[in-house]
Each structure stands twice: as C-alpha cells, then as structure tokens.
C-alpha cells in the first residue's frame, strides 16, 4: 500500500483510539471496525486492532460519566534533577528551593478561585490528578498542606479516582505516601522508566532499580494497591534485551497499569541538543520492542485501555497503557478521548472544556514558568472566569 510508510500508514493526529471510537459508536463490529480502520488510513493491521480494542475498553467509561462532572489536574512544576529526553518546564530543586513555598501559596489560590467556580457551576469533581513534574518533590509537609487545602475547598464526596505521580522513586518516603493515603489519594505511579542501571545514569536519573523496587514495596506497605508504572521503548543505549529486562523486572512488581512510552526526542530537552552524542535505536528495533511489550503484558492478564501518539516518536509509533480489568485510570481515558472538561491549576496548566453535545473544544491557558506563575496569578484567576456558567 502506498502509504503505509509508517504503522500508522496517513495518520498524523495524536488519538487514533478516537477515531475507533467512532466507528464504534456508530454501530461497526470491531472486526469491521478493524477493518475498516486499516483500509482508510493504511495503517498495519496489527495498529488497527490496537486502536479499536483501546476504544473498545473505553466505551463503558464513557457510559459511566457524571453528565455534570469535572476533572481537575494540578501541576506541580519541580523535580530533582531533569532527565535527557525532558522538555517539560521543571526546575531543579536547588533553583526551586526558593520557588517552592510560593509556588503552594499561589498553587492555593487557585484552588480556592477554582472551587468556587465549580461549586457556582454546580459540578461534581469525578477526578483528580496531580502530576507535573514529580509532586513528591514536596516535603510531606507541603503535601499535606495542599492536599489539606484541596479538601477544605473542593467538594470531592462524588471523585472516583484520585491519583498523584510520585514518579521519581528517589523522592519518595513513607512519610509522604502515608500523607497521600490519609487524603484519600487512591492511585500513584511510580516511574521507573528503565531497569538498567547504565540507562538511568545516562538518562539522568539520580536513582538505582534497588530504589524503584523498595518505593514500591513502601507504596504497598502504606496501602496503595493501584500502581501505575511508566517504562520508555527506545531509550539512549538500549537493546531489545535491556528493554525485556525492564518489562520483566516491573512485571515481577505486579504493578496494576504499566504504561509503554516510546522514545520521542523533544525540540526543547538536552537529548535533541546533544543528539550526536547518543545511540538511538532503529524504528525496527523500537518496533520491535513495543510488539513484544503488547505480547508479554497481555499474556500477563492486561490489557490496551488509553493511547496516544506525540510528534518525533522513533519509528512513529505510540504510547499505550496497559491495566489488570479494573484498573483503567478514568482520568487518562477522560482526558485523551476528551470526553469531560478537565480544569488545570498551576503553571503549565491547560484546561480543556468540552461541549459533549457539540463535541467543541476550548482551551484556557496558564503560563508556563513558575516565576512567572507566581507574578501573575490574578490573570490566571481571571482566565478562568470563563469557565463560569
Ligand atoms: S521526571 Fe518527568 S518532568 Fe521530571 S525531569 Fe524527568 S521527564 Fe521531566
């Protein structure tokens, strides 16, 4: 076929899964589903079935959704050190030492303006999420701080899921997790992106797998029993074989969602500043690497829930998550079918309203830089006014 240059054959968007979506909704079996999805776009039939079991998983979630329900995500911009492959805006914690304590009375503020918009709007909160960034950065003492706050402001009796990223095993403590758990906090991820010790130094990420191995023990200690793990296909050095040592080093974890990122090299992060300097595998070799992910996590029980694409992914493929039955993460399907309005707080925050009988989208931008943030933070709240209905 000619253009079945890239598995994904003429799709450049970033959610084939909503695509399938569709066609599923329309009344297509998955099998015409599959079909249809692969002649359309040319893309291999083995991305088509993806796409449609993705969307297949996700249909019940959508017949579940509060008519009236948000989400909100919360950014919290810092990390211990930033990895090679990063182009998010994070800090440091050395140059966010000084950042940190305004950053949560700002971060508050928004959160106090923002509850009084949903509680006007009459919304229910169905999720939250913080990410950023690595939110365990945060003392437990900041964290309880925020999350005491969050609690005293939003009314989150209707929220079904309430994950935070710790990402980072080397900024996680069983203080923290225990302030987490005592909030209610019911999903966490811990990301260990690699298992290869070589991997981890080259990539900059100031952690050992011993240490990814004991948060996770301490995150099941404290009682956390929905795990996420992120693991990246493709990364700077790796083999097939590093990467199958990583999938099965987490496996024996038994997390309950492992997702499969692929290596995306981003204009802003050191990777493509200092490209020359580093091996990168083959679009075969990732390929590769992503089909055996499919292969050995479903033969494990999981299954295909969310995915995504993003731009200058070697080998133009994509990340997928997989999840044990139960333990799809609502706000990942929510935000990447977008089929609820997310609201974001902190720096870097992109609210996202949707119109489900229109299917149209808005966005409302906060801005990017911490410093900046903090300076101007009423326009931000201003910004939102336009979530008021
Ligand atoms: S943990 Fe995530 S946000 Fe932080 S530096 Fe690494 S890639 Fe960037």
Redesign the pocket.
């Known amino acids: 076929m000619e253009f079945n240059e890239t598995p994904w054959g003429i799709l450049s968007g970033i959610r084939p899964s909503k695509i399938a979506t569709k066609l599923l909704l329309s009344g297509m079996s998955e099998a015409d589903a599959v079909k249809y999805f692969a002649e359309k776009y040319g893309t291999d039939i083995k991305k088509a079935q993806l796409a449609v079991s993705v969307a297949a998983a996700e249909l019940p979630v959508r017949q579940s959704l509060y008519p009236d329900g948000v989400s909100i995500y919360i950014g919290i911009p810092f990390?211990p050190?930033?990895?090679l492959?990063?182009?998010?805006v994070?800090c440091g914690t050395k140059q966010a030492a000084k950042l940190i304590g305004k950053y949560c009375e700002a971060l508050k503020k928004e959160i106090s303006y923002t509850a009084d918009i949903i509680k006007s709007n009459n919304n229910k909160i169905e999720t939250v999420y913080i990410g950023?960034?690595?939110p365990t950065t945060l003392s437990a003492e900041e964290l309880d701080d925020i999350l005491t706050h969050m609690y005293s402001t939003f009314d989150l009796q209707y929220c079904k899921e309430f994950t935070v990223e710790a990402?980072?095993p080397d900024t996680i403590t069983a203080d923290k997790l225990n302030v987490l758990k005592k909030h209610g906090v019911t999903r966490i991820s811990i990301?260990p992106q690699s298992m290869n010790q070589s991997t981890l130094d080259i990539i900059?990420?100031a952690h050992t797998p011993e240490q990814i191995r004991s948060a996770f023990y301490l995150a099941r200690e404290c009682g956390f029993d929905n795990i996420n793990m992120d693991v990246i296909a493709g990364l700077p050095g790796e083999t097939y074989d590093m990467f199958k040592h990583t999938l099965s080093e987490v496996e024996q974890l038994s997390p309950e969602d492992t997702t499969v990122h692929v290596m995306s090299i981003k204009r802003s992060s050191r990777l493509h500043e200092y490209l020359e300097k580093y091996k990168l595998s083959s679009s075969s070799e990732v390929s590769a690497m992503v089909d055996y992910a499919y292969d050995y996590l479903t033969s494990l029980g999981k299954h295909p829930y969310y995915m995504y694409r993003q731009k200058n992914q070697l080998g133009n493929l994509e990340n997928v998550a997989y999840s044990r039955p139960g333990f799809d993460s609502l706000y990942n399907i929510y935000i990447m079918e977008e089929i609820q309005t997310i609201i974001s707080l902190g720096c870097g925050g992109v609210t996202k309203t949707v119109d489900r009988a229109t299917d149209r989208i808005e966005r409302i931008f906060n801005v990017k830089e911490p410093k900046d943030y903090i300076e101007r933070l009423d326009e931000m709240l201003k910004r939102k006014d336009t979530l008021r209905q």
């Open positions: 990390c050190s930033r990895c492959y990063c182009s998010f994070t950023g960034g690595t990402g980072r990301n900059g990420r």
